[in-house]
C-alpha cells in the first residue's frame, strides 16, 4: 500500500485529493477530498485505519491554512473504509445520510474485523482471505463514529468560498449513499457507486440502482468524478464504467434464467472472460449473490457477511493460481 505524503490539487481555489494506491484488487483504498476555502475545512470519507488517518492529516497540514481544521466530515457511505477515519476529528460534524446512520448497525465492525484477521482459523477460506486482503491494516484501536448531521434527498454545504450539494443516490452500492457535487469546480466526489478499476463489489444493490446512480451523477455533468476508489474519470469513463454494470447485470440474468445457481454462474461469467484485466475477480461472485438476491425479491437486506464468505471461498479456492487479483 502507498500512502501519499501530499495532496493532489484537484482545483487552485482549495480542492485536494488525498488518493492511496495498491495491488490491482486491493480492499480499503479509498479517496479522500479536502475542500479548503476561507479560513474553513471539510473533508469527504475518512481512510480506514488510523495509519492512513494520521497520514492524511500529515498531508492535510502542509497545505491547510495556520489555524484552520477540518470542522465538516462528509461520509459518502457507511463502509469502514470510507469513515473508520471518522474519530481523528473530534468535534467535526460528521454528515451524511439518515439510511447510511441506519446502516451503520449492519456493517462489518473494526472489533469483527481484528477477529477474523487474527484470531480466526487461517485455514478457512474467510480467515484466509481475512489475512490476506485485510491483514496489513490495524482495527484494534478503532472507534466508530457515526454520522451526527444526516438528511434525506440533498444537503448544501458552504466551506469558505466552495459550494458542496450532497445528493443522495442510494440505495445502490449501500443503503444510504450520497455523492458530493461541487458545480464551481466541475467536480463530483461519487464514493463506491463508481469504482472502475477494478471489479466493484456492490453490497445493496440491484446492478440497475447502482447504473442509475452513476447516470444520475452523469447528469451533474461535471468534468472530473472521483471515484471511491481508483484514478479520477471524465465522462466518457463514467459511461465505460455504466456499460460494465449494465453488462454484468444482463448476463447475470440470463444465467439466473437458464435456472443456475449464483456461485456457478459467478464462476462462470469469470471463465468466459469477464473483463480480465480488472483485479478482485471474487466481487463478482458477492454481486452476483446480491443480483440473485433481488431477483428472488425476499424484501431482506443482503447479508454482508454472507457474501464475504462466498467471495472467500471462490478466492480461496483459486489461491495457486497464478492470476486473479
Ligand atoms: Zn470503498
Redesign the pocket.
Known sequence: MELPADLTVLSPDGLYLWAPSGAAGAWGL?NCLLVASGGEAALVDTPYDPRMTRALIAAADRVLPPGTEVTTVVNTHA?G??CYGNSFFPGAEIVSTQASLERHCHEITPQQMHHLVHVSDPDDPIGWYARERFGSYEYADTRVVPPTLTFSGSYDLKVGGVELRLIEVGPAHTAGDLVAHLPGQGVVMAG?IVFPEDHPVHWEGPLAEVARACEDVLALDADRIVP??GGVIGPEGLRAHIAYLRELEGLIHERHARGQGPYEAADAILADGFHPHLGAPERVVMVTFVEYHHLAATGAAPDMAALASHAARWAYDRRHAATGG
Request: glycine share 14%; aromatic share 0%.
Open positions: 479509498a463502509n473504509d470510507h463506491d471511491g476508489h
